[in-house]
């Protein structure tokens, strides 16, 4: 009795301190699984808004182009 008190209401709260901790601990792996695949879909995402915007870019330099064309077919001779 000088170890403080009936085992059988020791176990069950260690029992459950274990099965948090171990939660915790599955928690925060699937975190940082969850952190590295937003940062892969970022990083994508970000190479396909710079796709983006060089076909903008090429597009309106095509545009550009003609319309420069069409002036100086039109202009002095």
Not at 30 to 42: A, D, M, N, S
């Amino acid at each position: 009795m000088a170890e403080g008190g009936s085992r059988y209401l020791k176990e069950p709260f260690e029992y459950h301190e274990q099965r948090f901790d171990a939660t915790e601990r599955i928690m925060a792996l699937q975190f940082g699984q969850v952190e590295k695949r937003l940062e892969r879909i970022e990083a994508m995402i970000i190479g396909l808004e710079k796709r983006l915007w060089m076909t903008v870019y090429g597009v309106v330099a095509v545009i550009l182009t003609q319309a420069v064309q069409g002036v100086l077919e039109y202009g002095p001779r």
